[in-house]
């Protein structure tokens, strides 16, 4: 039976205490591609009631990505943008979603992210990655901006941590360990960094601006 809006975030208060809950449901959070970290964030940020989510990906679910994002067999093949926000609406049915079908460039970036509360960069590529940082920072320099750099590997997992890079942007990872060095992607170590990246959006919503 689907609990009613009350009782749902009733139980989500009981965890997180009323203040802290209030602020994760009048938030809104981008996350901007959704492999392995997105995918993984975008659960972790539904489960904690956030109370709006802009997904952004061009992409859709391929076999080789069953290993580390969260899709599942009978979702091969669909966008991404379609099938992410049907996993989430069985986690928290009251998030509202809006999903953009959308591989960013530079030009999109300007108004693409009003009225967010933290952005979430989950690319895979170096270069997207960049071009998004340049470009957030840019458009959007008091907007909290959080980014995973360095999961590749089976390197230990406390390797990987947050960091606070000036005043607005948080870089989350071990910094050195990229896809582009032959590494693999190992579920586990991506989750890792996904974690971090989640758990520092809510602590930019819950007001703590330290890393």
Not at 16 to 25: D, I, L, N, T
Not at 68 to 78: S, W
Not at 162 to 170: A, D, M, P, S
């Amino acid at each position: 039976m689907m609990p009613t809006r009350e009782k749902f975030y009733a139980a989500l208060v009981e965890r997180h205490g009323a203040e802290r809950q209030a602020r994760f449901q009048a938030a809104k959070v981008a996350v901007c591609g959704l492999g392995g970290l997105g995918s993984n964030i975008a659960v972790m940020l539904a489960r904690a009631g956030v109370g709006e989510m802009l997904l952004i990906d061009f992409d859709r679910v391929d076999l080789s990505n069953l290993n580390r994002q969260q899709y599942f067999v009978e979702q091969l093949g669909m966008l991404k943008t379609e099938a992410l926000p049907e996993t989430l609406a069985h986690i928290d049915p009251y998030c509202k979603i809006t999903a953009r079908t959308l591989k960013i460039t530079e030009q999109d970036i300007p108004g693409l992210f009003d009225g967010c509360d933290v952005i979430c960069e989950a690319f895979d590529k170096a270069e997207a990655k960049a071009m998004l940082l340049q470009g957030a920072l840019e458009n959007y320099p008091n907007t909290p901006l959080v980014s995973g750099v360095g999961m590749a590997g089976l390197d230990s997992a406390n390797l990987i941590r947050t960091r606070k890079v000036g005043r607005t942007l948080y870089l989350c990872g071990d910094g050195v360990s990229e896809v582009a060095d032959g590494l693999p992607l190992i579920s586990s170590r991506v989750a890792v960094c996904a974690a971090h990246e989640a758990n520092m959006v809510l602590r930019i919503l819950a007001g703590d601006r330290e890393a």
